[in-house]
């Protein structure tokens, strides 16, 4: 943690010191480092730097723009993380929009799984939300159009998780065997 925070500090000083806080590039950094914030448990910290970063695109950006739907995917997992569960998901549902917009259907479907997880936290007995996001994310790597490269695989053992979180064992461990033949191959 201390190791990361040092680094997040040389970013945030390099984008001052540059004067590209203001940019879609230096947002792009400041939305990595929120991450990092939240990966380390500060979601409320996360969440205050990705309000920067929502100010920078909306100057910068198209409101379908793709980089809006990693923004409100992320942001939504620090809501999650804060027990903010409805909120979380009127995040991921802005971030489905915009992936079925692009047509990025494996963004899709990690942000599926992503509302499947917050759904099931919510109310661990709700099958019908947490199946329907797992069937639909299901279907978008099924989808034999999207291609089968190292993104999937990272994809699928991503999405794998939320799989298992619901007792779908065998779907996650299917997402997982196809994660491994695509890293073999390689």
């Given amino acids: 943690k201390q190791e990361s925070e040092k680094y997040c500090a040389e970013i945030l000083r390099l984008l001052k010191e540059t004067d590209m806080l203001e940019t879609t590039s230096g947002a792009t950094f400041l939305l990595n480092v929120a991450t990092n914030k939240k990966a380390f448990g500060d979601a409320q910290g996360a969440l205050r730097i990705y309000d ?59 942000t599926l799984t992503n509302l499947s997880t917050t759904y099931l936290r919510r109310d661990p007995f709700d099958d019908e939300n947490v199946d329907k996001s797992l069937d639909k994310a299901l279907s978008l790597l099924n989808d034999e159009k999207v291609t089968r490269d190292g993104y999937y695989a990272f994809v699928c053992e991503k999405c794998a998780s939320a799989f298992s979180d619901a007792g779908r064992f065998i779907d996650a461990e299917d997402l997982k065997s196809r994660a491994r033949s695509i890293y073999e191959r390689r």
Avoid: C, P, Q, R
């Fill in 52 to 110: 920067e970063v929502n100010k920078v695109f909306t100057i910068n950006l198209d409101a379908d723009n793709a980089l809006f739907g990693g923004l409100y995917n992320n942001s939504a997992l620090s809501f999650a993380d804060l027990g903010d569960y409805d909120t979380a998901i009127a995040y991921f549902e802005k971030a489905l929009e915009i992936a079925e917009i692009n047509g990025n259907k494996l963004d899709e479907a990690v």
